[in-house]
T-cell receptor, first 110, second 112 residues
Framework: GQNIDQPTEMTATEGAIVQINCTYQ??????LFWYQQHAGEAPTFLSY????GLEEKGRFSSFLSRSKGYSYLLLKELQMKDSASYLC???????????FGAGTRLAVHP | DTEVTQTPKHLVMGMTNKKSLKCEQH?????MYWYKQKAKKPPELMFV???????INESVPSRFSPECPNSSLLNLHLHALQPEDSALYLC???????????FGPGTRLTVT
């Protein structure tokens, strides 16, 4: 079957670091995406990992281990505007289809 | 340019109306998608077009009818919708050879 798991909610303090984990079991793998989504808005692309390792983009980093079916999104120097839902999604190879996790709602407090 | 545009931004329609949602991208992407998203849920795939051909239809009711006139445009024709079809409709595109998938801003649809 197809399954993507991530925590439902997380809270963190402004200026801190937070790590959002994602584990997946899919029938194929053609890359893993992280999106940020503010309430009422469309998802915004954050990162795309195809190979194992860490991808860094400013305050955001994403890690992938294909052998473990595991990824995380690391957010540094948290700001209030980082309060949003974070969606982990896997492209299931051969079907051109993106499978989403349920999303993690992150609340950043002063 | 990583922009996907969608029109209209908001749409209110009655159950007997016929309307269309439009999506456009000029990134040369050959895969385009329609998703439906309800509040506090992840996007739910409806249709995938690959090289202007419908490659995936996720058992979507026939009151939703997609159309891909050319490689830059994707439409979703709506007819005889139900109130439960009210949602955010998202278009996305991706290079046919892989890579990043980008979403448009969405159309907020309300069916009365």
């Amino acid at each position: 079957g197809q399954n993507i798991d991530q925590p439902t909610e997380m809270t963190a303090t402004e200026g801190a670091i937070v790590q959002i984990n994602c584990t997946y079991q899919t029938s194929g793998f053609n890359g893993l995406f992280w999106y940020q989504q503010h309430a009422g808005e469309a998802p915004t692309f954050l990162s795309y990992n195809v190979l194992d390792g860490l991808e860094e983009k400013g305050r955001f980093s994403s890690f992938l281990s294909r052998s473990k079916g595991y990824s995380y999104l690391l957010l540094k120097e948290l700001q209030m505007k980082d309060s949003a839902s974070y969606l982990c999604a896997v492209f299931s190879g051969g079907y051109n289809k993106l499978i989403f996790g349920a999303g993690t709602r992150l609340a950043v407090h002063p | 340019d990583t922009e996907v545009t969608q029109t209209p931004k908001h749409l209110v329609m009655g159950m007997t109306n016929k309307k269309s949602l439009k999506c456009e991208q000029h990134m040369g992407h050959r895969a385009m998608y329609w998703y439906k998203q309800k509040a506090k849920k992840p996007p739910e795939l409806m249709f995938v077009y690959s090289y202007e051909k419908l490659s995936i239809n996720e058992s979507v009711p026939s009151r939703f009818s997609p159309e891909c006139p050319n490689s830059s445009l994707l439409n979703l024709h709506l007819h005889a919708l139900q109130p439960e079809d009210s949602a955010l409709y998202l278009c996305a595109s991706r290079s046919g050879t892989g890579g990043e998938q980008y979403f448009g801003p969405g159309t907020r649809l309300t069916v009365t």
